[in-house]
Nanobody, 128 residues
Framework: QVQLVESGGGLVQAGGSLRLSCAAS????????MGWFRQAPGKEREFVAA????????PYADFVKGRFTISRDRAKNTVYLQMNSLKPEDTAVYYCAADLTTPYAAVVLTRHEAYDYWGQGTQVTVSS
């Protein structure tokens, strides 16, 4: 049974940092792309960052470029999202997702429809 479990969310002041983790289990994830998305109240789920099976050059949403960094530890089946210089508008539930359709995919997809497994989400709240 595939499971994605996020952790690391919480309350932080503007300008602070958080590191989200996503522990994957149930199968091998090391050959598949993983992504982070977020959803704020009253808004649609939006892409944040993604990473290919071998790292590569991860795509980022424009609003997090230079502030967030995605990484993965393939041996631990874990994906991370380091979030620095947080802003109140970063407040949202952050979801980890796995695209288990195509192994060794050359292109990392940013559409949430492309991801077929999701975690339960972790709340990130940034106070001003």
């Amino acid at each position: 049974q595939v499971q994605l479990v996020e952790s690391g969310g919480g309350l932080v002041q503007a300008g602070g940092s958080l590191r989200l983790s996503c522990a994957a289990s149930g199968r091998t994830f090391s050959t598949y792309a993983m992504g982070w998305f977020r959803q704020a109240p009253g808004k649609e789920r939006e892409f944040v960052a993604a990473i290919s099976w071998n790292g590569g050059i991860p795509p980022y949403a424009d609003f997090v470029k230079g502030r967030f960094t995605i990484s993965r530890d393939r041996a631990k089946n874990t994906v991370y999202l380091q979030m620095n210089s947080l802003k109140p508008e970063d407040t949202a539930v952050y979801y980890c997702a796995a695209d288990l359709t195509t192994p060794y995919a050359a292109v990392v997809l940013t559409r949430h429809e492309a991801y077929d497994y999701w975690g339960q989400g972790t709340q990130v709240t940034v106070s001003s």
